[in-house]
Nanobody
Framework: VQLQASGGGLVQTGGSLRLSCAAS????????MGWFRQAPGKEREFVAH????????SYADSVKGRFTISRDNAKNTVYLEMSSLKPEDTAVYYC????????????WGQGTQVTVSS
């Protein structure tokens, strides 16, 4: 499965963006899908994940209430709606996929840059 993240850009504090992660070369229907981010000089961190049937979502405390993860299995795509953006949300955002039974994500997208100006 190949993952392609898009939708990043430059936005002012308080603004919104929607990231998309389109999959090709296979279906993501049975995968847990996650979003991660990496800011300059920092380690990659978990942002959110969603189970294959979308019944369960989980968020990092830092984005809870501001970000929403969703998926459209028919379109083989996962989304991350980001609102009330802060400068500390500036990072490269990556999408990833894993089987429900494993702890490690097996497939990663190339990342999309999100920059929030103050």
């Amino acid at each position: 499965v190949q993952l392609q993240a898009s939708g990043g850009g430059l936005v002012q504090t308080g603004g919104s963006l929607r990231l998309s992660c389109a999959a090709s070369g296979g279906t993501i229907e049975y995968y847990v899908m996650g979003w991660f981010r990496q800011a300059p000089g920092k380690e990659r961190e978990f942002v959110a994940h969603i189970t294959s049937n979308a019944w369960h979502t989980s968020y990092a405390d830092s984005v809870k209430g501001r970000f929403t993860i969703s998926r459209d299995n028919a379109k083989n795509t996962v989304y991350l709606e980001m609102s009330s953006l802060k400068p500390e949300d500036t990072a490269v955002y990556y999408c990833a996929a894993k089987d429900w039974s494993t702890s490690e994500y097996s497939y990663w997208g190339q990342g999309t840059q999100v920059t929030v100006s103050s």
